[in-house]
């Protein structure tokens, strides 16, 4: 029995269509594939003999990058709005990577890192469920110079 492959079980990035395909896919000829290759645009994984090879995420570029060409945009704008995309894909990758990490250390460590502010205002660590005990003092302030009197203050007369 063979298992259908889902199309959520594909790696989208795995550069796994020749040119030929990626152009069929995105209903571009292969030149123009060839053409946005040089000029930056959308650059396919290489093979060791030096084939291009296209992954689900470049056919959507090429599909994307066709849209915007129809709309009017020009070349040099659709690279850095691609370039920009790119970098805004690769910040969510890191965001989840961060978020998974945090998950982990919270599941491995539940409640170990609670934090408050000691009478002195240090950092104290509390293990968790402890509280502060509650400070009773009062703090006064007092500047160290007296600060000069404003106009107000001198133009009033005293109450004597």
Same mark, same amino acid.
């Given at each position: 029995?063979?298992?259908? #492959? ?8 795995? %550069?796994? !269509?020749?040119?030929? *395909? ?34 689900? =995420? ?6 994307? *990058? ?12 659709? *690279? ?5 995309? &790119? =970098? #805004? ?5 890191? #965001? ?17 890192? #609670? !934090? ?5 205002? &240090? ?9 502060? =005990? ?14 000069? %009197? ?11």
């Amino acid at each position: 029995m063979i298992d259908m #492959v889902e199309p959520h079980d594909i790696d989208e990035d795995a %550069p796994i !269509f020749a040119i030929a *395909v990626a152009a069929e896919l995105s209903g571009m000829h292969p030149q123009t594939l060839r053409q946005y290759d040089r000029l930056g645009l959308v650059v396919p994984a290489r093979t060791q003999g030096g084939s291009r090879r296209y992954s689900l =995420r470049h056919v959507e570029q090429l599909r994307e *990058v066709a849209r915007m060409s129809s709309d009017g945009i020009g070349l040099p704008a659709i *690279v850095r709005i691609l370039e920009l995309e &790119n =970098r #805004v894909q690769e910040l969510h990758g890191r #965001v989840r990577d961060l978020e998974d990490r945090m998950r982990a250390e919270l599941e491995k460590r539940p409640g170990a890192r #609670v !934090f408050a502010a000691g009478s002195t205002g &240090n950092v104290v660590t509390l293990r968790h469920g402890t509280r502060v =005990r509650r400070a009773t003092e009062v703090v006064v302030w007092r500047p160290r110079t007296p600060i000069a %009197p404003t106009r107000e203050d001198r133009e009033q007369p005293a109450d004597d």
